[in-house]
């Protein structure tokens, strides 16, 4: 665990680990107000979902509703610090505190009716993780850590797996937006393979990193991510005793646009068993 830092206090008393909370809440209302809608034939229309970037990268109004709600409970609180959100960009300019939102992590998976979404809330400052929240609100878990406070699941303490060995190693991938890149992934599976237990494709990197947090994954890893991503789900595996690095081992943070993090002995032989493949080389 990192060492504890004093977390930002809004007006009403509330510290940011509580005002992430309450980030969250308010995006997984407008979620599950909209749950109904994921099931059944016509369910990506009534969703809105449309092409927001690359020819895979989707958006529902769902996503716009979400953030619109966070938004407003965050700025509430904390109106001098930085956003840093999905659907609308950054907010604000100048101050240490950095707050990650990204109101629907998995929009596919959402639109598709997979239930394997969150909201992601994180908050850095001076380049240092602070608070982690992701919400899953079809599950009603709720993960959630702050720097030197240890990460829990729904008020209770979690930990990253203690597995020492690749051989026994749930892995979980997402192949991304980038197709080059994601066909090296399968690649890379395929070389690894029959040297890990079992993979994963998880469709939200942000719950892929956050269950490499809580021992449901040894290991998470992704080539392609975004700041809002990775930004809380870093805080979670760090604070449950795990690693979170970039995909070269190096220095990490929202913006380094690659991870991998787990459990310490597997995060290393993963590094060690993929230092020459073609897929790691493509993005470092």
């Not at 899953?136 to 979690?158: I, W, Y």
């Not at 690659?258 to 493509?282: C, K, M, Y």
Request: contains cysteine; hydrophobic residues 45%; aromatic residues 8%.
């Amino acid at each position: 665990m990192s060492e504890r830092l004093a977390l930002p206090v809004a007006p009403d008393g509330s510290d940011a680990l509580q005002v992430a909370v309450r980030v969250a809440e308010a995006a997984g209302a407008e979620i599950r107000r909209r749950l109904p809608d994921t099931l059944g034939a016509g369910a990506k229309e009534r969703l809105g979902l449309r092409t927001k970037g690359g020819w895979n990268d989707r958006v529902t109004e769902v996503d716009k509703t979400a953030e619109d709600a966070a938004l407003a409970v965050l700025t509430s609180a904390f109106p001098d610090h930085d956003v840093f959100a999905e659907e609308s960009g950054a907010h604000g300019g100048g101050s240490p505190y950095r707050w990650y939102l990204d109101p629907i992590d998995g929009t596919r998976n959402f639109a598709s009716g997979l239930p394997h979404i969150c909201v992601s809330v994180g908050l850095w400052a001076h380049g240092e993780p602070l608070v982690g929240v992701l919400l899953d609100p079809v599950r009603n878990e709720t993960f959630a850590a702050a720097a030197g406070r240890g990460a829990a699941l729904n008020g209770k303490p979690v930990y990253v797996s203690d597995e020492e060995r690749m051989e026994e190693a749930v892995l979980g991938f997402d192949i991304g937006y980038k197709g080059p890149e994601g066909k090296l992934l399968l690649a890379a599976v395929a070389e690894l393979w029959p040297g890990f237990q079992s993979v994963r494709m998880m469709g939200s990197a942000a719950l892929g990193i956050t269950y490499a947090g809580c021992g449901r994954l040894e290991l998470y890893a992704h080539h392609y991510v975004q700041p809002w991503d990775i930004a809380a789900a870093i805080v979670v595996v760090r604070e449950a005793g795990g690693v979170a690095t970039s995909l070269n081992g190096g220095p990490l943070t929202p913006e380094t646009g690659n991870i991998a993090a787990g459990a310490p002995q597997v995060h290393a032989r993963f590094l060690e068993a993929t230092a020459d493949s073609s897929w790691r080389a493509s993005v470092l």
